[in-house]
Nanobody
Framework: QVQVVESGGGLVQAGGSLRLSCAAS????????MGWYRQAPGNQRELVAT???????NYADSVKGRFTISRDNAKNTVYLQMNSLKPEDTSVYYC???????????????WGQGTQVTVST
């Protein structure tokens, strides 16, 4: 079993910055991929950014050049540095950890509880 806990959301003015953190914990942890997703009211959950254990990153077009995802494998922690924030970035941000479990490394996805990010005009 894996627990995923986010922190760092809040209220910021347009053009400002926030940094989100997410820590995964559990026994015999093998996290292949960690990432951030967001969901605004009435919208589907969408990808923001992901990072593999080896450091390969992937970003949504809407955040490229403004957001940076990074990872500390030793701590099973992922960060999302968000700069030049826009009102349309307002959303609940969810952390996801894709763990490889068991002898055959079965992938299993775990989600955090979400953290609110609100960008005011």
């Amino acid at each position: 079993q894996v627990q995923v806990v986010e922190s760092g959301g809040g209220l910021v003015q347009a053009g400002g910055s926030l940094r989100l953190s997410c820590a995964a914990s559990g026994s015999f942890l093998n996290i292949a991929l960690m990432g951030w997703y967001r969901q605004a009211p009435g919208n589907q959950r969408e990808l923001v950014a992901t990072i593999s254990r080896g450091g390969t990153t992937n970003y949504a077009d809407s955040v490229k050049g403004r957001f940076t995802i990074s990872r500390d494998n030793a701590k099973n922690t992922v960060y999302l540095q968000m700069n030049s924030l826009k009102p349309e970035d307002t959303s609940v941000y969810y952390c996801n950890a894709l763990a490889l479990e068991g002898v055959v490394l079965t992938p299993k996805s775990y989600w955090g509880q979400g953290t609110q990010v609100t960008v005011s005009t």
